[in-house]
């Protein structure tokens, strides 16, 4: 297990030095739920300028829930940070004018790039029905997405596969789909067995997807959250890791440095196996991801002044 380092040192770096071992970040926030909250966490998310994200995505809830909290948060990202935003946008429940046109609302306020996501249905995932005059998958919501405006669209992949899925090799032909359709890039669910990862990458590059993989990476801020999101997606929790957690559970300081810890430790292994563009899901805490970046970009950085 990875040693708990005790520092949560959030003072910018000059992660523009790492030179030939780059990488590149990106963050995931949900919507604040009213205004209040959306300016508590803006200037949270502007302290996360100083690792050069690539982006700053916002989820956006299934059925179109958040849909006026999404691109409210976004479009003030894009608008009072040097962040570029992307907005997530699911075409579950929903026809597709309703779709296009939160679309165009993005275009219209500055939002250039679009995390494309089918959406899950209420209750269990086997009772998925496309909405008769919707989108049915998200390959079809980028072939709509491009016919709007010239989207940046990123879509979801599934280094354990996605639990609807008949087979991997199907999963894989969908993604195909989606990124044959105008994707740029596939940002992974969250996984924490990076054997499965790389071999999903073998897969995919070995069926010609040539477009960037970017490592999902969920901190364990929560044990008994990401235990149940981990069933419901088909995610491996190493049983180390979660009693691990499970220990560190009477003591929140600890167990947060144990998340900051695993998480950073998580990404360098990645990186030294060769992988370079990282998502982290921050669960709105941007105070963590950034002690995340510290941790992770800190030896790097040094590994590239010698
Ligand atoms: P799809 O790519 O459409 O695939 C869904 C399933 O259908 C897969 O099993 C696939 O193999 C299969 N499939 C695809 N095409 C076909 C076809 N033509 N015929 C038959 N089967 C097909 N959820 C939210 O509600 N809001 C969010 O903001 C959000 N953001 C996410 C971001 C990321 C990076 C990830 C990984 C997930 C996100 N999710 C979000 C969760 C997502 O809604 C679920 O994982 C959902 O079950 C699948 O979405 P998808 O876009 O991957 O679907």
């Known amino acids: 297990m990875v040693p708990p380092n005790s520092r949560e040192d959030l003072s910018p770096l000059r992660t523009d030095s790492i030179g030939k071992d780059r990488l590149t970040i990106s963050f995931e926030f949900f919507p604040p739920r009213d205004r209040a909250a959306e300016d508590r966490l803006l200037p949270n998310i502007r302290r996360l300028e100083g690792f050069h994200p690539r982006f700053v ?35 579950i429940d929903a026809s597709r004018e309703e779709v296009d046109s939160v679309a165009r609302d993005y275009w219209n306020s500055g939002i250039r790039h ?18 008769p005059h919707g989108y049915a998958y998200a390959a079809d919501l980028v072939s709509g997405l491009r016919r709007i405006a010239n989207f940046e669209i990123s879509v979801a992949a599934y280094p354990e596969v996605h639990p609807e899925a008949a087979s991997a090799a199907q999963d894989l032909t969908y993604l195909k789909r989606k990124l044959d359709a105008g994707a740029a890039r596939a940002i992974t669910q969250f996984f924490f067995n990076s054997d499965a ?8 590059r070995a069926a010609g997807i040539d477009a960037p993989i970017v490592a999902g990476i969920m901190p364990i801020t929560n044990i008994k959250r990401v235990q149940q999101f981990s069933r419901h997606c088909g995610v491996t929790l190493p049983a180390e890791l979660a009693a691990c957690f499970e220990r560190l559970q009477q003591d929140p300081a600890a167990s947060r440095r144990q998340a900051i810890a695993t998480a950073a430790e998580q990404c360098r292994r990645l990186h030294a ?15 963590l991801a950034a002690a995340v970046c510290k941790q992770l970009y800190e030896p790097l950085q040094n590994q590239g002044d010698n």
């Open 57 to 91: 995505s916002v989820t956006y809830g299934a059925g179109g829930s958040t849909r006026e909290n999404t691109l409210s948060t976004a479009a003030r990202i894009g608008a009072e940070s040097v962040i570029p935003p992307a907005a997530h946008l699911t075409c």
């Open 114 to 131: 679009i995390v494309a996501i089918r959406g899950d249905p209420p209750g269990r995932a086997k009772d998925y029905e496309p909405h």
């Open 197 to 204: 990862f790389f071999r999903f990458v073998d897969h995919v």
């Open 273 to 287: 196996q060769g992988q370079r563009a990282f998502h982290l899901y921050t669960m709105n805490d941007a105070g």
